[in-house]
Structures are given as structure tokens and as C-alpha cells.
């Protein structure tokens, strides 16, 4: 079975901090594709970042990067200069190849000015 | 460039009735995904459509159902609504022709509740 795992349900931190959230996930597939989702009270599920499996090298967007570690079936974002605006819950989710995508639960990102 | 876009927004319904919720996707997307997120989880994959037709689907029951159009736009409909059908439905597009074929954009999400 493939499984997801965000052991943070919630996080806080003061404004323009750096913050590091947790993913781990269980899967025999060896080429998938990794995915950190950002969903603010307005409830749009918006994109912050993608990660091919196959690639070694870590993602990065602006104030957003992963660090993912395959063997260990670890994809942490960490997220520098915290923002006002990067209050939201956050997802990881990964396409293991099927092409739909499977969400862990989410960790709840609070930002303190 | 238009994204994803859902209707209604929200929506009450009673136990036992029909609802339909509907879905545009992003300019040049042809596959549409829709998912159920329950209060405080995430989301969870209910199917997906291409051309037409039903390409996969998760693990939910034969009451929900769907349709896509051939301007791409897709319908979700689920009968015999139950207490449990309470959720936020968000509807996801992607293109397979794209470099990044794999990556899902979502749209706004319909709030059902049903009573």
C-alpha cells in the first residue's frame, strides 16, 4: 500500500523565521513525483512546489525548497523568510505513477508577526 | 490565462436527494480529476476523466458518478445523498502533453452539506 504521512498537525512561527515541515511516505514504485500543496482559509488548493523522484537534485521556488532524501522516503519544504501570507494548511502529495494523487493530512502553518 | 473554475461555491442539500457539481479546467487541460476532502483531512481521489471517459476511479461508491464534456468541462453528480457526503469537492485539470504532465492544478472547491 502507499502511504503518506505528515507527523505535524500543527506549526507556528514567527514572521520571517524559517520553517521546516515533515513528509514520509511508504511506496515499491520507483519513479513517482512529489508534490508540497498550500491551502489558505479561501480553500484554493495552490501548487508550491514539485519533485521528480528521479531527479537527486532538490526543488527549488523562490523562499520554498525540498530536501528529499529517497532512500529514506522522507520530502520535507522548507520555507525561508516566513510571510504573513504563508498562513495556511500545508499538503504533500505524491503521483506514484498513476497519475491521481495521494495527500497526507496536513500540517497547519501558522505565522506570527 | 483562465485556471480551474468550480460551481456552484456551496451548496445544501437533505439526505436521500441528487446534487451536481461542475467543473471547467485550466485553458489547454484536458483531464479532469475530482476529489472529496472531509473536514481537517486531506483531499481523497474519486475519479478521473479523459476523453470522455472514465479513466480510473478511487474508492468510493457507485452513487458518485460523473461526466465529462467534449469542451473538456466535467460534471460530478452523487445520488442518495448521505450525512457522510458533507465535504469540500475540489475539481483538479491537467494536460498529458505538458512537460509536467503530472502535475494537478485545482480549482476552488464546491462546499456540500448535506442534512
Known amino acids: 500500500a502507499q502511504t503518506v504521512t505528515q507527523s505535524q498537525p500543527e506549526m507556528s512561527v514567527q514572521e520571517a523565521e524559517t520553517v521546516t515541515l515533515s513528509c514520509t511516505y511508504d511506496?515499491?514504485?520507483?519513479?513517482?513525483?512529489l508534490f508540497w500543496y498550500k491551502q489558505p482559509p479561501s480553500r484554493q488548493m495552490i501548487l508550491v512546489i514539485r519533485?521528480?523522484?528521479?531527479?537527486?537534485q532538490n526543488a527549488t521556488e523562490n523562499r520554498f525548497s525540498v530536501n528529499f532524501q529517497k532512500a529514506a522516503k522522507s520530502f520535507s519544504l522548507k520555507i525561508s523568510d516566513s510571510q504573513l501570507g504563508d498562513t495556511a494548511m500545508y499538503f504533500c502529495a505524491f503521483d506514484f505513477g498513476n497519475e491521481k494523487l495521494t495527500f497526507g493530512t496536513g500540517t497547519r502553518l501558522t505565522i506570527i508577526p | 490565462d483562465a485556471g480551474v473554475t468550480q460551481s456552484p461555491t456551496h451548496l445544501i442539500k437533505t439526505r436521500g436527494q441528487q446534487v451536481t457539481l461542475r467543473c471547467s479546467p485550466k485553458s489547454g487541460h484536458d483531464t479532469v480529476s475530482w476529489y472529496q476532502q472531509a473536514l481537517g483531512q486531506g483531499p481523497q481521489f474519486i475519479f478521473q476523466?479523459?476523453?470522455?471517459?472514465?479513466?480510473q476511479r478511487g474508492n468510493f461508491p457507485d452513487r458518485f458518478s460523473g461526466h465529462q464534456f467534449p469542451n473538456y468541462s466535467s460534471e460530478l453528480n452523487v445520488n442518495a445523498l448521505l450525512l457522510g457526503d458533507s465535504a469540500l469537492y475540489l475539481c483538479a485539470s491537467s494536460w498529458p502533453g505538458s512537460p509536467t504532465q503530472e502535475t494537478q492544478y485545482f480549482g476552488p472547491g464546491t462546499r456540500l452539506l448535506v442534512l
Open positions: 519533485q521528480e523522484a528521479y531527479k537527486q
Open positions: 511506496t515499491s514504485e520507483n519513479n513517482y513525483y
Open positions: 476523466y479523459y476523453e470522455e471517459e472514465e479513466r
